[in-house]
């Protein structure tokens, strides 16, 4: 099948425009959206369980008519593990386990120091108390995002960890309950939308109040998140997924066409991006993917995200890949290159870094360890992946001896009139010695 | 001065309900503010300098004609350090080193392990490029927000730093400009509201897009922060200010009086509570405050917040302190207690904790060390105070060894197929030994 995907070079003297459009996303915000949104958000405040249940009827066609048919308790998820496939069941066992044994490394201690004076500074840091895991349902079942949401939160030790998921038309899938029992999820709420998100914020009488919402979803769910953000925490709101593919010509064009594909079968949205100091390489790659497509079971999604938003770029240097990759702050990006390692210094902005040409994203996606929730659409110039900081939080510690407290307060004191707080600068002075 | 202080007790049956009620802090979302906010963040986003002169002329009655004249360059701040008193300039250096040294021990460092198969996980942890500060300007000029929010960027190593700070009528706070200088910002730019934080976030020809902004700010500035999340990372978006004190009642009464006074003067809405087991003890500090508020300087502001939304509450018990403590999870929580060192693994949530009875907040929040930027409102349940972390993202590191990413993709494929993304599954196989 032939493919129309954008092809331009860094000779092009429209290049640094073209690459600029290449990447804008606006994320959308639709007026109607958000004023069901804040309905919905609202009435499931005010009116809890009864409000819950009923946006769940309607918008999942169910017929529930308690709210405690809305859960499944732990040992319904043991169940579930129990009626999987094995093979799958043990993939998804050892694949949380990688990801446990990776965000350990992740986890902070709380920390103190002393001052010749006495004084004691540091920082105490805690995990929250409960967490709420948003996991999309229906058709588009990830159990490894369950994982990957559920097991930072279970390192960082956080109390309790409530799961939502809709289940449309009553059809719950058994993978994402296995999953959620492998990761330790306490509770499972069949709910969804942005109705899920407002009981988790501000809870009803079924559904806990959390401190943090984390997890993939639509716009709806997104809408929702934004919203309650500040009652609770939320993590970022994700854009389409992206990839960043850097060759320097020397892997097999099959395995970078299908590293391409692997994007871009996750929507329409998703971006597929090549580059190259190769130009020979770039159309080998193409050849590859014209080729492979045919028997893809998702070509017709992939055709159109590769043609919509997918690109091959021709560089001139290894700088000038180092240049595009550090503009593009790519959510995946894959070196795959002699020496990867030498790279990496240069390399300022991306989600991850899949290094060499045996490190495919569909790894990181699911079992080499660190985390597949990552910044998307350039977002990565100033956040990170999922991990367990997410679910840490830290509290100042300020322990002053007498002598401390009245040298700090020889500084404090002009600071806090210089400011016109005098209460504060009186009550730094009550604490000089010999004032 | 008679102070109409709200008291009441662990004992009441209405405890718990009415402590709610102390806490319940909605912040405004004012339509009228957001539909104005939206404007002016979209003009100044098409028309850069063009609009960002045109708003500043307007609301900071002002006579700007080149976008030239709103840039202060970093040798300007060295001039207004040498303006301003050498001793208050001398405080704001010691209060800058503290602050420095303090912060240092958080910058976090990438790091990585190697498996036995040779495959190489890990995080590299990279500065943001480019922040932006924002500063309030006019009457409420705090130049410790200056240090505090510009010392983690320094620290984290951020390249560069751009501070916006209105000058209503063109009043330019000279010791406010001394504290850019002090804590090394790069420029500063003399705009304010909503216009500042949409130049920050999108750039115009003369203020330079950064990658996220901090700092605090009035309602405009604060919902076009939450307008433009995303395009650029922020900070929390803070409530009024508080304390919770907690005391034995065997300090000073004065002290704790004067503590209480220097949250409440911060402004009507700010909220100062004072908890103790000892009944005795509340009268007392209640004695003190209206004998000392009659000089404070501020004492409108006290009585209105104290009378608004203090509290002075009896418990029965250290437990249920501390459970109040961990309810309230205060921005500020003075721990005015003998050993309060055997209380700190008991509290779960505080933005800081200020231990004993020699370290009021008024040090915290000038030159202890820690920083003054902490979660309101409760936020202390998931989020921590303003660090060099904040200022730092991660990039995952994968590096298969061919031998792992074999082993990796057996674990991968099955997972990828039930998930129906049969590229996903490809991409991995294709790098399986032996297939």
């Given at each position: ?11 092009d ?9 290449l ?17 919905i ?9 009864v ?25 319904e ?34 920390w103190?120091y ?23 349902g229906g ?30 038309d009553?059809?719950?899938n058994?993978?994402v ?9 306490d ?6 939308g ?7 914020a ?7 109040k959390?401190?943090?919402i ?19 925490g ?18 097999n064009?099959d395995?970078?066409?299908?590293d ?30 014209e080729?492979l497509?045919d028997?893809m079971s ?15 770029i021709?560089?001139?240097?290894r ?10 702050a ?6 795959a290159v ?11 902005h ?6 060499g ?12 360890g660190?985390?597949h ?9 100033f ?12 509290s100042?510690i300020?322990?002053?001896s ?8 020889k ?6 009139r ?5 209460a ?9 010695i010999?004032?």
């Amino acid at each position: 099948m032939q493919l129309n995907i954008r092809e331009f070079s860094s000779k092009d003297a429209s290049f640094k425009s073209e690459l600029k459009e290449l990447l804008s996303w606006e994320s959308v915000s639709d007026v109607a959206v958000q004023k069901s949104v804040e309905e919905i958000v609202n009435r499931v405040r005010v009116d809890g369980d009864v409000a819950l249940m009923e946006l769940t009827n309607k918008f999942d066609r169910r017929s529930v008519n308690t709210a405690s048919e809305l859960v499944i308790e732990a040992d319904e998820l043991a169940q579930a593990a129990k009626r999987i496939d094995p093979a799958l069941l043990s993939s998804l066992q050892k694949a949380a386990n990688r990801v446990k044994i990776y965000h350990e490394r992740q986890k902070q201690t709380s920390w103190q120091y002393e001052e010749a004076d006495g004084t004691i500074l540091g920082q105490q840091i805690t995990p929250l108390d409960r967490v709420g895991v948003y996991v999309p349902g229906g058709k588009a079942a990830y159990p490894s995002s369950v994982l990957m949401n559920v097991m930072p939160a279970k390192v960082a030790g956080v109390g309790e960890i409530v799961m939502v998921v809709p289940t449309p038309d009553g059809f719950v899938n058994d993978i994402v309950l296995a999953a959620a029992h492998v990761a330790g999820v306490d509770r499972v709420i069949t709910v969804g939308g942005a109705q899920a998100v407002a009981a988790l914020a501000y809870g009803t009488e079924t559904v806990p109040k959390v401190d943090k919402i984390v997890g993939p979803g639509n716009i709806y769910v997104a809408s929702a998140k934004r919203l309650v953000f500040g009652a609770v925490g939320i993590d970022m709101i994700a854009g389409p997924s992206e990839i960043l593919v850097v060759s320097d010509g020397l892997s097999n064009p099959d395995w970078i066409a299908m590293d391409l594909f692997s994007q871009a079968e996750h929507d329409e949205d998703a971006q597929s991006i090549l580059i190259s100091t190769d130009l020979g390489f770039i159309q080998k790659v193409k050849a590859s993917m014209e080729r492979l497509i045919d028997d893809m079971s998702r070509k017709d999604i992939i055709k159109t995200s590769l043609e919509g938003r997918g690109a091959l770029i021709h560089v001139a240097s290894r700088e000038e890949a180092v240049e595009v990759a550090n503009i593009v702050a790519a959510e995946h990006l894959e070196l795959a290159v002699e020496n990867p390692e030498e790279w990496l210094p240069e390399i300022r902005h991306a989600g991850a870094i899949f290094m060499g040409r045996f490190t495919p994203e569909a790894l990181g996606d699911y079992c080499a360890g660190p985390n597949h929730v990552l910044p998307t659409s350039g977002t990565a110039r100033f956040s990170s992946p999922l991990g367990v900081y997410d679910f840490q939080k830290r509290s100042s510690i300020i322990h002053c001896s007498h002598e401390g407290a009245s040298e700090l307060a020889k500084i404090a004191s002009p600071l806090a009139r210089g400011e016109s707080l005098e209460a504060h600068a009186l009550s730094a002075e009550f604490r000089i010695i010999d004032k």
